[in-house]
């Protein structure tokens, strides 16, 4: 269950990225790249071969957006967690 609520908080990053949410476009391609690692993260969970970077990762992005965009920090933060449940 962890690894669906991960795809749907990561459906949810995708969203906002997809949107016209005002982001420079240094800031769009470090969440892009984000979700590429996320992406890459649910395919080695399958594999049962986990990198335990991608949390710090997160942890950095909630930190750059979080009073810019708080609502993009949140959906970070969802992820951040299902990592965590996920044991990563």
Known sequence: MPASDL??????????????????????????????????QLAREAASAPDATLID??????ERFEASHPTLAGTLRNIMQSLANMGI
């Open 7 to 40: 795809q749907q908080q990561l459906e949810a990053l995708q969203q906002h990225l997809a949107q016209d949410t005002p982001l420079s476009e240094e800031e769009r391609a470090s969440l892009y790249l984000l979700t590429q690692e996320i992406e890459v």
């Open 57 to 62: 990762g997160v942890n950095l992005a909630v």
